[in-house]
């Protein structure tokens, strides 16, 4: 391996590995306890009754059963879906069955995956239905203590608060640990000396394996409790090199060992339940080695000013973890000089920090992140992206595609500023190439998703890292180097020089800027902790003084030169231009920053019951309003006076929207029907019938109608010409089937993904692209009122009947915070940070989500609040009620 060798290989192995199963395959913060051999029997009782050798495997949200042939998939159960757990024939005909054969456990469920058939790394297979699996013990004596241990993680699985699963697994872990301890007979030599012996888990990538710690006057021990991957790891403590105190969820728990110099990934890494166990362990290792204290800070290995290798950061980094601080240098050598090495991002969000209450920041995600990392890994570590996003791979028009896109989202993008990773810079060209030949999806202009498109300066897979190192190696970058470390390890890390430098990100994202130990709610504890672990940390600060320039050629390389000329051509930006942040999300950041301000301007009672939907012309003249009166209206906000009542049925009309061109108005009824009203011909047009129940919701996206319907359905599909006339039928193109009625269904910007909500307060989070769902997250005790995507589409938040309002992060469906109001909030407009809502007894609220309060509470109808409309600035808002009225509200600043 070369001296530049990837940090972030973080040692993965190849998705081939010999070894089938691997801790990816549980689910995030999912602890594997035990398994068993055992046959899977398949057709019991009758001529086709065949078993499967493998083992079963209890993991503490799943049993996964992996089969010894690599031709059969592993099979995954998760617990909340299983219906009944027990042994087989206990309770059914089969009792006779149960003595005969009394190693059978039985699993009733209604949900299972089918993972790596033929040992081909792919998305998971699901199969929705309620069956049976039986899984036969080689050790019948065992049944009894499985079914228990599967019985009461079930119970821990199906509690209603994520605090309360979480405490829950922890305490049959703990107990667990409890009971046992590190088998003395693995010690190398029986004349070793016993140190100490605590409680700890290895840590790999997105997984942790809890187990023993044991350390003796020789060795170091780790005994995993489940004995995977080997019933212990050894380390001899003549060979340690280096050992770091490391963070872990911003906590000081940590430990890091490396045996050798020149692999950059640790031979372990520890965290423990307790600090002072963690220093214990380091105490004794630092012992041994006769080391003083001071040699175990994390500093850099290489400075900027000691060669040609120094531009490479290796300070203060973790192969185990998956997150990186890592360089915020070009992708292209012709745009470096144009961007300046001294921003992280390209965009900055200046006047929405000033206006923010405190704790204050630019940025609500980070530049290195899990998701962020395998973003660009997926075509070497599939298996990690699959773990992280519940066996799916990320939809193919976001993924990794092309150098030119990639760079230009972090360009242009106000919410995307990830880094480059090392891989960037070194030698193996295999995260750009789809060697393994995976099925990474269709893009929607129909090519599949395979090689990353390069650049046209780059010849070859090869080229492109060549001159990525040149670039990074280049004395341009050397001379500015300097300026990125006071960003990201520095002086402006922190503080009143942070906030000039514009690099600000979440509190979250800081040592010490959250206490776990101090919040007693379990939910927002687990929140947090989620949070921190997933959306990136800041690396610990080293210097609080401006880091000197490295030493340099005073003359400029002929490649600087000319990657220095050629940037004015590439650079999106016109020579002598600034560049600057749209104005409209300008607009809209002043009026979200100043939601709290809103002031009623004027009110109209235009209906004789509730309003269900508003509309709004793009000029601004023109209202449209639907109610449970079954009547659409036409208001204009110029002259203050309804100018047309139409009427299509006798039953209440749910929603309403406007097409592009602002000629037809199109809404929802409870009749089963969606209409289309034109304006211009002042007539209904076309009547679309389908859905054998209400429509509860309509959206419309590039020319395609989206409708939800009590008959548990969403529709997806697009207006079609009938032949010899003038009017439409529906082609419908997708149907979204839910288990019971759907209440509210929203869009995301770029219209890839939908999010519904039902009756039974289940949120669900579709890909349109395949039409399939991403993730089902059973998140409300009531109906779901209503539920929209964040404006860079990363989160969902969703409203209920029982007053809770839900952030789900898209990507792994987890549910990350909750809040909690007296009341229903009907419905809602939001940024991503803060939310306007619309309560059941008429009031405004205005919800700071990072903070986790209510900021404003802003009185308006007599009524519920039915309905919200906001317009493309952010500047003006209506609102509809239960009293009939429409409500028109000024932002003030």
Not at 6 to 33: D, G, H, M, T
Not at 582 to 593: G, H, P, R
Not at 685 to 711: E, F, P
Request: hydrophobic share 35%; proline share 4%.
């Amino acid at each position: 391996m070369s001296g530049l060798e990837p940090l972030v290989q973080f040692c993965i192995e190849s998705p081939c590995a010999r070894v089938r199963f691997s801790l990816l395959l549980l689910n995030l913060e999912e602890y594997y306890f035990e398994q068993h051999t055992a046959n899977h029997i398949q057709h019991r009782g009758s001529q086709n009754e065949r078993k499967i050798r493998g083992s079963l495997k209890i993991c503490s949200k799943s049993v996964i059963f992996e089969p010894d042939a690599i031709s059969q998939p592993i099979i995954k159960i998760p617990l909340r879906d299983c219906i009944k757990i027990g042994k087989h024939g206990e309770n059914g005909a089969n009792r006779h069955l149960a003595k005969a054969k009394s190693g059978g456990i039985s699993l009733i469920f209604s949900q299972v995956y089918f993972i790596k058939e033929h040992n081909i790394v792919a998305p998971y297979k699901t199969e929705r239905g309620e069956m049976e699996y039986v899984f036969e013990l080689d050790v019948s004596g065992k049944v009894e203590d499985v079914v228990e241990t599967l019985l009461q993680l079930h119970r821990a699985s199906c509690l209603d608060k994520l605090g309360d699963q979480t405490a829950m697994i922890t305490a049959i872990l703990q107990s667990r640990l409890a009971r046992t301890s590190f088998d003395k007979n693995r010690f190398q030599s029986v004349s070793e000396k016993l140190h100490m012996e605590c409680k700890a888990e290895m840590v790999t990538p997105l997984v942790t394996n809890p187990g023993h710690v044991c350390i003796t006057d020789t060795n170091l021990y780790f005994q995993p409790l489940n004995g995977y991957p080997k019933p212990v790891v050894q380390i001899t403590l003549q060979d340690v090199r280096r050992i770091y105190k490391r963070r872990h969820g911003l906590m000081p728990l940590g430990l890091e060992v490396f045996c050798t110099e020149d692999d950059l990934c640790s031979d372990i890494y520890l965290k423990f339940y307790e600090p002072q166990d963690r220093d214990d362990v380091y105490f004794y290792i630092a012992t041994y080695l006769g080391l003083s204290t001071t040699w175990r800070s994390a500093r850099p290995r290489a400075t900027p000013c000691s060669g040609s290798a120094g531009t490479f950061p290796t300070a203060s980094t973790s192969c185990t973890s998956i997150t990186w601080p890592t360089a915020a240098a070009t992708t292209s050598p012709s745009t470096r000089c144009s961007r300046g090495s001294s921003v992280i991002t390209a965009v900055q969000n200046w006047m929405r920090y000033q206006e923010m209450p405190e704790p204050k920041f630019m940025y609500g995600s980070h530049y290195s992140s899990p998701g962020y990392v395998l973003f660009y890994l997926v075509r070497i570590a599939p298996e990690y992206m699959l773990c992280l996003q519940n066996g799916r791979f990320d939809n193919a028009d976001r993924m990794f595609n092309s150098i030119a896109e990639t760079w230009k989202n972090c360009l242009d993008g106000a919410t995307d500023f990830k880094e480059l990773i090392p891989e960037f810079y070194g030698d193996d060209v295999s995260f750009l190439v789809n060697s393994l030949k995976l099925d990474l999806g269709k893009r929607q202009g129909g090519q599949m998703v395979d090689d990353v498109e390069l650049p046209p300066w780059a010849q070859s897979p090869e080229d492109f890292l060549q001159k990525s190192q040149d670039a990074l190696e280049s004395n341009y970058v050397s001379e500015h180097l300097h300026e990125w470390i006071d960003l990201i390890f520095g002086y402006k890390q922190k503080g009143s020089d942070a906030v000039g430098a514009h690099n600000v990100f979440h509190p979250l994202t800081y040592e010490g800027g959250v206490d776990l130990n101090s919040i007693e709610n379990p939910d927002e504890k687990v929140a947090m902790l989620t949070q921190i672990l997933e959306f990136g940390q800041t690396p610990k600060q080293l210097f609080v003084t401006p880091h000197p320039r490295r030493i340099t050629s005073k003359f400029k390389s002929l490649f600087q030169t000319s990657s220095c000329n050629a940037s004015t051509a590439d650079s999106p930006v016109s020579p002598g231009e600034e560049s600057f942040e749209d104005l409209t999300e300008e607009s809209k950041t002043l009026a979200w920053n100043n939601i709290t301000k809103l002031q009623l301007h004027e009110q109209h009672k235009i209906h004789k019951e509730a309003v269900t939907g508003i509309a709004v012309s793009r000029n601004g003249s023109s209202v449209f309003t639907t109610s449970q009166d079954s009547t659409l209206k036409m208001f204009s906000k110029e002259s203050k006076m309804l100018q047309r009542s139409i009427s299509f049925s006798n039953m209440a009309l749910s929603s309403c929207l406007l097409l592009p061109g602002d000629a037809t108005v199109i809404s929802s009824s409870w009749d089963n029907n969606v209409y289309f009203y034109s304006i211009a011909f002042g007539r209904c047009q076309d009547t679309l019938m389908g859905h054998d129940d209400a429509v509860s919701k309509i959206c419309w996206h590039d020319n395609r109608l989206y409708s939800a319907s009590w008959d548990s359905t969403v529709w997806s599909g697009v207006p079609a010409e009938m032949t010899g006339t003038k009017r439409h039928q529906f082609d419908m193109l997708a149907e979204l089937e839910h288990d019971v009625s759907v209440d509210t269904i929203s869009l995301n910007a770029a219209s890839t993904l939908l999010v519904s909500g039902t009756k039974e307060g289940t949120v669900n989070i579709w890909d349109l692209t395949t039409a399939t769902i991403l993730h089902q997250i059973p998140c409300h005790s009531g109906t779901v009122c209503d539920t929209a995507f964040s404006p860079d589409s990363r989160h969902v938040l969703s409203t209920g009947e029982d007053g809770c309002l839900n952030v789900i992060d898209v990507q792994t469906g987890m549910l990350i915070s909750s809040m909690t109001s007296d009341e229903p909030q009907r419905c809602f407009i939001w940024d991503g940070n803060s939310v306007l809502s619309g309560s059941q007894s008429g009031e405004l609220l205005v919800w700071d989500l990072l903070g986790g309060k209510i900021s404003e509470r802003i009185q308006g109808h007599t009524g519920a609040v039915t309905c919200i409309w906001m317009n493309e600035q952010c500047s003006s808002i209506i609102t509809g009620g239960e009293d009939r009225q429409i409500m028109f509200w000024k932002l003030q600043y």
